[in-house]
């Protein structure tokens, strides 16, 4: 009966979808406030049905309905709950009532917080969500319905993956998504913008903010999926160039493309025809994620269950979504006016050489990722590409932008001083020197790449530092003065230095990768072995059951100069339901350094296999995708686009009577 | 023995990259044997798994490949010659890094391509449109038009 | 149409190009798992494998000179019991000997296998190391593979056997390699 609700629902949220498209573009188009007004509505009502369906599914889960197909499919009343919980988005169909519920949820924010914009822009933003609301609501009920029922009724379910048994599924795919879907409102705005015929500074501050929140969203999504495969897997991975990984990478790296060059387009109302291309290729990119993970276009750790039929229907969405928009286009974009002029050794020309090697970077993963099936389309060999490609290409593309981020925040407007920037950026420059010659002193004979990789990631921190403390005339005027211009300083220029900042931490703890240590080994209780200066010691083994498996569980202690660091209790975890072994590591850190521990298979006469590591700097990996989204929010929270500026400044520049476009 | 074993390996294992499921088992006791396989079965495909090397999987598959590759060097193959073994019997597929070659130009040559092509438009785009020091940022006022118009009717 | 034009229309050409791809990558005959053999037109391993009711060695050299198949097999595995039933039946339609190789199994459990769901072998080779099975270029099983009078490889196919491959191209193969 509740699930019945759900469904009902969803029929109902696409109604009001349509509604919401229907009123908003016309009313954008006739310029009737009442029919904006009611796509306005609409979009809040969109987002209610759908969270009622949404909540209707988790009870489903939560109370282990099992005549709900899908929670015969994927639960089991063994599951701890906050596994029925996130179990919910564990599988194609949850998921996809997720992606439309966050889809739902940003058009609503857009419509409650749309009261500042302008009227018909602010519409014709809710309209396009609500057309790309109505085709996953489609497909949702025409391919992928979670809400069906299963007659009769199994007494359990098939479980969910153990793999996904962890807490990492109950927020990576959500922040994922929000990240990914975010990526709609930007879409919208650029649509709406080619719709109107101007691209204007007001629009890049309307974009911005929801470009950063949903690109701070992204960071952490991506951090924690990275997070979660390095404790989960075993041997301490945290990026393989899987398919599915790099269909959430090629989005971020024009998000923050995109990010970048609407800050061009704010401040010096340029570039605008490329910030509205890059606006859509975001969207689109997220959109052909999606289409490869759920396709079965590609083979991926992580894909969902593969299904043709709803390729088909995802590919439909593609050419609707991506070829309309870039008809669109290909059509009006040649009429935006162009902007300002500037040289190219400025400021603009930096953030444009920013776009143009995250876009590089964008393109390489994209080429790397389906060359198979290009190669197989025209009927070449059947060839793999893994992760040495993406390295030996990606990582050296990086090279030159990691450099330019500490050079462009110091360069002018329109017009730079290069020279001035690099002389300013000395001491960056030195401490980096200082670093690189330190560390080959300690790691002689050791990797040289790994060592410069260090320098530059320490060039790209020192860099932000050094800029901040010129904005700020640190050392350069008295504390009182430098005091007032921080309280005065914007917060979007603290959210970059973060940010920029916790580039570098993420840069050094990559970079550091290479200095980890191993040892495997096979060890007998009592047993101890040494690596990177600590002393392991196998204490006991041991069976343990859980709720819905039963695990062998091994404690060691961790000691360094004979005190001991910790106690690690490393299991191997045997889920009876799907006959599957799952290994449970154990790491130490000190947010520097990680000591990471997994146990293997037993030789069945005593012995165990230890998988022991010493990786330094790891956490600061995703350390720094922290500072990355909380520099985003800083800069989010920078109160002059909500209100004041932006509003004055849309005063100023009111579209004429009658309206702009067609 | 043990003692020495250990130090042994990690001596080799600080130049070699970490090895995600080989068992204690299979390792070499050559360590450079040893490192030289890690280091080969890093570029082998796993077949019956999804975008993981040999080095990293538990399947049974990639563990009789590792058997394999180091019973090949162990009797003297090269490095490449080992890789060859293997791959006339599974093909180009099981590399994971695709050998460079007409069919995967566009490929390996693309990346860098992308990025030349597309800093010469830009630098083009940015040559043409001229660098500011010309053209004014902004449009004349009323009063310099009016100005700018008697000048120029003055000459007539 | 100038070329500032063209240029605005190259996103969208661009994406159509993708799109075909996709479309292509979505037909059923696309699988990015299967992998073609590396070893087709290569000669057959080299190989010398106990048997199944221990009538002496398996090797190369008995499936010299007359056009053979080679299905590689085992009791662990699920997909294999869907094909026996096809096998059966070629063994019974067919006159081309049709090796079975027992792959990383138990003698005594390959030989369960057989007596509970039939033997359409001529003779059972038992690979209990899989090492054969690496030379064939066996990533799973169950495999098939067809090898010529001369002794090489012609055709593998991935997977159980079903009654269409065995139509559509196997016996069309068997025709034009003049087996009986």
Not at chain 1, 534 to 540: K, T
Not at chain 1, 547 to 562: I, P
Request: hydrophobic fraction near 50%.
């Amino acid at each position: 009966m509740i699930i019945e609700l759900g469904h009902f629902s969803i029929i109902l949220a696409l109604c009001v979808a349509v509604m919401q498209s229907g009123f908003s573009l016309e009313g954008a188009r006739r310029n009737e406030w009442n029919m904006m007004a009611a796509g306005r509505m609409a979009a809040l009502a969109q987002f209610v049905l759908i969270a009622l369906a949404f909540a209707t599914l988790v009870h489903a889960y939560v109370t282990s309905d099992f005549s709900v197909l899908n929670v015969a499919q994927n639960s089991h009343t063994d599951k701890p709950l906050l596994y029925q919980l996130s179990g919910v988005w564990g599988n194609h169909e949850g998921s996809m009532v997720l992606w439309v519920l966050i889809l739902s949820l940003y058009g609503a924010a857009v419509s409650w917080f749309g009261n500042s914009m302008p009227p018909r822009l602010c519409a014709r933003v809710i309209g396009v969500m609500g057309l790309i609301g109505i085709g996953f609501l489609l497909f949702i009920l025409l391919t992928s319905n979670p809400f069906l029922r299963l007659d009769p009724a199994p007494a359990n379910g098939e479980g969910l993956n153990p793999i996904l048994q962890d807490p990492g599924l109950a927020f990576h795919p959500p922040f994922l998504y929000l990240g990914y879907v975010g990526n709609a409102v930007s879409f919208a705005f650029a649509v709406a913008a080619l719709i109107e015929g101007r691209v204007d500074a007001a629009w890049a501050r309307w974009v911005r903010p929801w470009t950063l929140a949903s690109w701070c969203c992204l960071t952490l999504g991506i951090s924690m999926g990275s997070w979660w495969a390095y404790y989960t897997l075993g041997w301490g991975g945290w990026w393989f160039w899987d398919p599915v990984e790099n269909a959430s990478l090629m989005p971020w790296l024009a998000s923050t493309a995109l990010i970048h060059s609407a800050i061009v387009v704010e401040r010096r109302d340029t570039l605008k025809s490329w910030a509205v291309l890059l606006a859509i290729l975001t969207f689109s990119l997220s959109l052909v994620g999606t289409f490869l993970v759920r396709s079965g276009v590609l083979t991926s750790v992580h894909a969902f269950a593969l299904d043709p039929k709803r390729g088909v229907f995802i590919l439909l969405l593609l050419l609707i979504t991506i070829g309309g928009s870039l008809t669109l286009y290909a059509w009006r974009a040649p009429r935006l006016e162009p902007g300002g002029v500037f040289a190219p050794v400025s400021r603009e020309g930096a953030l444009l050489l920013n776009n143009l090697i995250l876009a590089s970077c964008a393109a390489t993963v994209f080429i790397g990722t389906l060359y198979p099936l290009f190669l197989d389309a025209v009927g070449g060999p059947k060839l793999s590409v893994g992760y040495p490609f993406f390295n030996r290409t990606f990582v050296p593309l990086m090279i030159p932008l990691l450099i330019a981020i500490a050079v462009g925040p110091m360069l002018a407007w329109k017009r730079g001083d290069l020279l001035g920037a690099l002389q300013r950026l000395w001491a960056a420059f030195a401490v980096a020197i200082v670093v690189i010659l330190i560390l080959f002193y300690v790691t002689s004979g050791g990797p040289v790449l790994a060592v410069l990789g260090l320098g530059l990631a320490t060039w790209v921190g020192m860099g932000a530092l050094v800029e901040l403390t010129e904005r700020l005339r640190i050392f350069r005027s008295p504390w009182r003065e430098t005091w007032r211009r921080a309280l005065n300083y914007p917060r979007s220029s603290y959210g970059m230095t973060i940010a920029h900042f916790g580039m570098a931490v993420t840069v050094a703890g990559l970079a550091a990768s290479a200095f980890e240590q191993e040892r495997i080994q096979m060890l007998h209780v009592g047993q101890e072995e040494t690596i990177a200066g600590y002393v392991l010691r196998f204490d006991s083994i041991g069976k343990r059951d859980g709720e819905n498996y039963t695990a062998d569980a091994a404690e060691f202690t961790l000691l360094k100069g004979g005190q001991v660091v910790a106690e690690l209790k490393p299991e191997r975890r045997f889920f009876p339901l799907q006959q599957q072994t799952v290994a449970k590591t154990a790491i130490h850190t000190n947010l520097v350094s990680d000591f990471y521990l997994a146990l293997g298979d037993p030789d069945n006469q005593g012995g165990w296999a230890v998988r022991a590591y010493w990786k330094p700097l790891v956490p600061f990996i995703w350390i720094g995708g922290v500072f990355m989204a909380f520099g985003g929010a800083v800069s989010l929270s920078d109160r002059r686009w909500r209100v004041g500026v932006a509003a004055r400044r849309m005063v100023k520049g009111a579209l004429p009577a009658g309206g702009g476009s067609a | 023995m043990r003692r020495v074993l250990a130090w042994g390996l990690l001596l080799a294992l600080l130049a070699a990259p970490g090895a995600g499921a080989v068992e204690p088992g299979e390792m070499l006791s050559n360590t450079v044997l040893e490192a030289r396989a890690q280091a080969i079965g890093k570029e082998l495909r796993c077949l019956v798994c999804q975008n993981e090397s040999i080095e990293d999987s538990g399947a049974d598959l990639a563990h009789d490949l590792r058997v394999l590759l180091r019973q090949r060097l162990a009797a003297g193959d090269t490095d490449q010659q080992a890789i060859q073994y293997i791959v006339d019997r599974y093909g180009d597929f099981v590399l994971l890094k695709p050998p460079v070659e007409p069919a995967t130009w566009v490929l390996w040559f693309s990346p860098f391509a992308i990025l030349i092509l597309g800093g010469a438009g830009i630098w083009l785009y940015l040559r043409r449109r001229g660098t500011g020091m010309v053209s004014g940022d902004r449009p004349l006022t009323p009063e310099e038009q009016r100005e700018l118009d008697r000048l120029l009717h003055e000459d007539q | 149409m100038n070329f500032r034009r063209a240029f605005f229309l190259l996103p969208l050409v661009l994406f159509l190009v993708l799109a075909a791809y996709f479309w292509r990558g979505l037909s059923p005959d696309y699988d990015p798992q299967t992998l073609p053999s590396a070893m087709i037109d290569k000669p057959e391993p080299v190989f010398s494998l106990a048997t199944l009711g221990n009538s002496g060695a398996l090797t190369t050299d008995d499936m010299k000179g007359q056009v053979v198949l080679v299905n590689f097999f085992a009791s662990w595995c699920v997909p294999c019991r869907e094909e026996h039933a096809t096998l059966m039946q070629f063994a019974r339609d067919n006159a081309v000997p049709l090796y079975g190789i027992a792959y990383k199994d138990k003698p005594a459990d390959a030989a369960k296998f057989l007596q509970s769901l039939g033997d359409p072998y001529k003779r059972v080779g038992l690979d209990e190391s899989g090492r054969t099975g690496i030379d064939f270029g066996v990533y799973g099983v169950p495999e098939t593979y067809a090898i010529d009078r001369q002794g090489r490889i012609r055709w593998r196919h991935v997977g159980p056997l079903d009654a269409n491959a065995v139509a559509k191209e196997l016996n069309p193969l068997l025709r034009e390699l003049g087996a009986s």
